[in-house]
Each structure stands twice: as structure tokens, then as C-alpha cells.
């Protein structure tokens, strides 16, 4: 049977996504948190495609933060190795769709084997011309602000050169719009530390669906309060 997609009349270029309560989602099965980051990485690959489907032509995903690192050793091995995995099992099929797949943040500071699978899948993928999955990873958005001050100081730009589009190229955004809708799942209200220049203008929705438990209906839902939504930025 043939779905009927609701019509959206104005779509984002650029979503990026908070995908949070993948640990109570666990919690409320008894289940143990690892289990609630399994379930979370099951549905992207879907969500990613559909998003695609609907034309939208950057995501961004937040795999992890900067500040996950305070987080349980095992917790945080488990999630590198669940992430990897999940590379390696769908980067090809995200492949043969034309999806550009791209790194944000401090590859280096990855355990070796994450880093081989994140430059594996940004070498196969570099020629697609279709969507660009941005995933950060060790992202950090104030991090980001300063290793672009440092490259920039590096190069010794001279200060009058310095504009806000100078500086976007040497965020780790380069060459990606800015963020249209930023999606929070698991009923935090918050930006923690995510893509704070590229948002100066996004509109949000946050919701209460925990992550794992976030559908492609769920997405419709969001897409369809963007384009209810009037972008003045900052006019009348
Ligand atoms: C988000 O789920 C997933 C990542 C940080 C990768 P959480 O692990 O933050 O889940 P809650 O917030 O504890 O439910
Ligand atoms: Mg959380």
C-alpha cells in the first residue's frame, strides 16, 4: 500500500540532531544503558534515508560530546564500539545512496580503530554529491570555536581579514550552511555545547520521545513545525 506523506510546503536544507534518552530508555526496560545506545543506532540509518528522501541535504548527528568523556570507561568503549560497528555496517548501503559522509570534531583523540572506520567511510564517500551526513564525534562547539582561532592565528591572517564568513571556513563546518532545525529528542531542553555558531538563527523542537523510540512520523512532525514556522531573522 502506498503511504501518503503529508504535504510540507517550505523544507529544511540542514537538520541537525540531539538524539538523547538512550540511557532511560534502557533504564525503563531494565535494561542496561548499553543496550538503550544499541537500540538508539538501529533506526538512523532509516531516519537518515528518509530524511534524504525528503530532501533534506545536510544532517548532522551529535554521536558524542566533548563532555561525554565524564561519562563510565565502560560506557563510553561500549559506544565507540557500538558506533563503530554501526560504520561499518551501513556506510556502504549509505554509499550506494550517494551520502556523503563527513567527521566533526577531534578525530585524533578516538580510539584508533573508530578513527580508521570514520576516515574509511569520508574516503569512500568523498566524491558523493548527494546528502552530507556530518557526525560529530568528540564534537565540541566551544572546542570548535578555538581550534579555528588557533588555525587562523596559525596562518597569520591578518585581523582585518577576519569576517564571519572567513571564519566559517575554519570551523569544522566548512562549507555547510548553517543549521535550519535542530531536533531534540528525550525532553531536554538544552544545546549542550552543540554547533553553537551554525545556530545563531535554527529554529528548535525538542520533544519528549526518547531516542530509540523516535520514528519517521516523528520526523514529519518536526518538519511540518519548521514550515509553520516564520524566519525573520532578526527583520520584520
Ligand atoms: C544520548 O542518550 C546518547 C548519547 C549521548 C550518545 P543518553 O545516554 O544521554 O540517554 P539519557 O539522557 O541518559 O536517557
Ligand atoms: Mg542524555
Known amino acids: ?18 538524539p538523547d534518552g538512550n540511557g532511560r530508555w534502557a533504564e525503563k526496560r531494565g535494561l542496561p544503558r548499553l543496550a538503550g ?14 530524511l534524504d528522501k525528503r530532501q533534506v541535504k545536510y544532517v548532522t548527528l551529535y554521536g558524542f560530546s ?10 563510553v568503549e561500549g559506544l565507540f564500539r557500538i558506533l563503530m560497528e554501526k560504520i561499518k555496517q551501513d556506510v556502504p548501503k549509505l554509499h550506494r545512496k550517494n551520502i556523503r559522509v563527513r567527521h566533526l570534531g577531534r578525530i585524533g583523540e578516538l580510539p584508533d580503530w573508530l578513527q580508521d572506520s570514520i576516515r574509511r567511510a ?19 562547539g566551544h572546542i570548535e570555536i578555538v581550534d579555528a582561532v588557533r588555525r587562523i592565528i596559525a ?24 543549521v535550519d532545525l535542530l531536533i531534540r529528542t528525550g525532553d531536554e531542553w538544552r544545546l549542550s555545547n552543540f554547533l553553537l555558531w551554525q ?8 520533544t519528549g520521545v ?24 532578526g527583520a520584520l
Open 66 to 75: 566533548t563532555e561525554n568523556w565524564g561519562r563510565p570507561k565502560e560506557e
Open 199 to 206: 545556530t545563531a538563527y535554527s529554529e528548535y523542537y525538542f
Open 122 to 140: 569520508e574516503e569512500l564517500t568523498r566524491g558523493n554529491t548527494g546528502l552530507t551526513l556530518s557526525l560529530a564525534f568528540n564534537y565540541g
Open 37 to 50: 545506545h544499541r537500540a538508539g543506532v538501529k533506526q538512523m540509518r532509516s531516519l537518515i534515508e528518509y
Open 155 to 178: 596562518e597569520g591572517i591578518p585581523p582585518e581579514k577576519i569576517d564571519e564568513k572567513l571564519f566559517s571556513k575554519y570551523l569544522y563546518t566548512a562549507g555547510i550552511p548553517d
Open 1 to 18: 500500500m502506498k503511504s501518503v506523506k503529508p504535504q510540507i510546503k517550505r523544507l529544511p536544507v540542514h537538520v541537525a540532531i540531539v
Open 210 to 233: 526518547l531516542w530509540p523510540d523516535f520514528t519517521k512520523e516523528d520526523i514529519d512532525k518536526a518538519l511540518i513545525a519548521y514550515s509553520q514556522r516564520e524566519r525573520r531573522f
